[in-house]
């Protein structure tokens, strides 16, 4: 199968280039490399020839069209992205240009060179708001209330491939995605705040929680939202999917989790709470299940483990 991955030397993009390269598929990789790094993709670019191919472009150039002409990929899966809520919220209109600008250049290349699909990494921890307690898990059928930019850019996304379905019959599935780390994940930027625990704690730094840690995400690992992203590029067309685990985890929680798992004992430092961010999150992924045949795997205590031992083997091999 001919593939095309936006945003494909980032931390999930590179993750499922490796997965698509080792099921035998054709693969070319769009990045700007603003966020994302060539290191992340040094085995494709080493074992796979001329299955693969790098571009380096940015999504919001119209050359995004001719590309997607010149590649004919069956199956796009639309991973570029300003993925950062807090600048979302301070920089809104480069948010939108990157988010709803770059996605539609990716319609505009899928409709002129007949891509079958296109699967679209959405937002579940912004897509729908703060929600009430009732709603937890958040399932599919709940309202979508994004409260950052970042949410809302997302939300036009899928706006956009309902309507470009519609007028063209280009198919999607938008994976709805919770609070995705492992290992590979930059502690940097755009980061999670697992990763970002993890390099602090191994170099022994207080890690910070902002508000009073009270607040809960949905942790999903990184080879599990990979292998739904997969399904998606056959099963659930013209749906939204939820790709989370259905279980809230406070910060406080998450930041004793880690502790333990790199033996560092050790206070959090607490600062003010920052805007944009939401209070509770969790996604029911029943509908995944369903529609997808997907369901989530890994424990988080076994994913904290392996994102610990992968930034202590990374600090090792610099001298660190």
């Not at 599990?224 to 406080?252: C, L, M, P, Q, W």
């Not at 998450?254 to 798992?261: D, P």
């Amino acid at each position: 199968m001919r593939t095309m991955v936006t945003g494909g030397a980032g931390f999930i993009g590179s993750c499922l280039v490796d997965r698509l390269m080792a099921e035998g598929c054709q693969v070319d990789v769009v990045d700007d490399l603003s966020s994302g790094s060539l290191a992340n993709l040094s085995g494709a670019r080493m074992e796979c020839g001329s299955k693969f191919g790098f571009h380096q472009m940015d999504v919001r150039s119209s050359e995004m069209v001719d590309l997607i002409a010149l590649k004919r990929p069956e199956v796009i899966f639309h991973l570029a992205a300003q993925a950062n809520v807090r600048h979302s919220v301070e920089r809104p209109v480069f948010d939108a240009e990157v988010n709803i600008t770059g996605t539609l250049r990716v319609l505009e290349g899928a409709r002129s060179s007949g891509v079958a699909r296109v699967v679209f990494a959405a937002s579940g921890g912004t897509l729908y708001g703060e929600p009430g307690e009732a709603d937890l898990p958040i399932t599919e059928t709940c309202a979508h209330h994004p409260l950052s930019p970042y949410g809302v850019s997302k939300k036009a996304g899928i706006d956009y491939l309902e309507a470009f379905r519609c007028l063209y019959g280009i198919d999607y599935c938008a994976l709805a995605l919770a609070n995705v780390y492992g290992p590979r994940q930059d502690p940097h930027g755009e980061a999670g705040v697992i990763a970002i625990f993890a390099e602090r704690l191994l170099k022994h730094q207080p890690v910070t929680i902002y508000g009073d840690g009270g607040q809960t995400r949905d942790f999903v690992f990184v080879d599990d939202v990979v292998d739904a992203f997969v399904k998606a590029g056959h099963t659930g067309g013209g749906r939204i999917v939820n790709i989370g685990t259905g279980h809230e985890v406070s910060v406080n929680k998450l930041a004793s989790m880690m502790m333990q798992a790199a033996s560092v004992d050790m206070a959090p430092v607490h600062a003010p709470e920052r805007p944009g961010e939401l209070r509770r999150n969790a996604l029911d992924p029943t509908f995944a299940g369903e529609h997808l045949g997907w369901r989530p795997w890994t424990e988080l205590d076994s994913g904290v483990g392996q994102v610990v031992e992968y930034f202590r083997e990374s600090n090792l091999s610099r001298g660190r």
